[in-house]
T-cell receptor, first 113, second 115 residues
């Protein structure tokens, strides 16, 4: 069965600094997909970034990038130049077939002005 | 463009009562999903419908039933609500054609309390 683990319940960073959120996962499949979702206080789930497991190149979306280590089953999210609007819960997720998402427990990110 | 619409936004039930959570999407997506989110946890899949006319169990299906009414609508029913079903419920949809990397779009959620 798929499992996704986020070992950091809470993280904080100074505005304009860089922060990295950790995620590990476990799967027996060779073909799968990884995602980071952001959930602000409004509860809306917003896709931040996605990665295909067969791609070696790490995905990047503006200030957000990932460090995908397939052998270690690790998928960390780096946020550069942190902004106050980045404050939210961040969830790592994995999908296999029919795009059924399995989520981690989440990391609450606080941005200090 | 409304995206994924869930009704109601809030609901309070007494133990044993029944209710149906409604979800509709206007993006012509073929796959739809119901998740629940408990405090301090990520979302967990209850049921999903890969295409119109099909439904399958997810990780936590007990106590729930679903209906894929048509391509747009996917409802979640609690036949006899229990306090353990107090949670925030999210509906999502995706087009899921050749690539499962298509984005899942989420509704705003329904906060349900069972007393």
């Amino acid at each position: 069965a798929q499992t996704v683990t986020q070992s950091q319940p809470e993280m904080s960073v100074q505005e304009a600094e860089t922060v990295t959120l950790s995620c590990t996962y476990d799967t027996s499949e060779s073909d799968y997909y990884l995602f980071w979702y952001k959930q602000p206080p409004s509860r809306q789930m917003i896709l931040v970034i996605r990665q295909e497991a067969y791609k070696q190149q790490n995905a990047t979306e503006n200030r957000f990038s990932v460090n995908f280590q397939k052998a270690a089953k690790s998928f960390s999210l780096k946020i550069s130049d942190s902004q106050l609007g980045d404050a939210a819960m961040y969830f790592c997720a994995q999908s296999e077939g029919a795009q059924k998402l399995v989520f981690g427990q989440g990391t609450r990110l606080t941005i200090n002005p | 463009n409304a995206g994924v619409t869930q009704t109601p936004k809030f609901q309070v039930l007494k133990t044993g009562q029944s209710m149906t959570l409604q979800c509709a999407q206007d993006m012509n997506h073929n796959s739809m999903y119901w998740y629940r989110q408990d405090p301090g946890m990520g979302l967990r899949l209850i049921y999903y419908s890969a295409s119109e006319g099909t439904t399958d169990k997810g990780e936590v299906p007990n106590g729930y039933n679903v209906s894929r009414l048509n391509k747009r609508e996917f409802s979640l029913r609690l036949e006899s609500a229990a306090p353990s079903q107090t949670s925030v419920y999210f509906c999502a949809s995706t087009i899921y054609r050749t690539s499962p990397l298509n984005i899942q779009y989420f509704g705003a959620g329904t906060r349900l309390s069972v007393l």
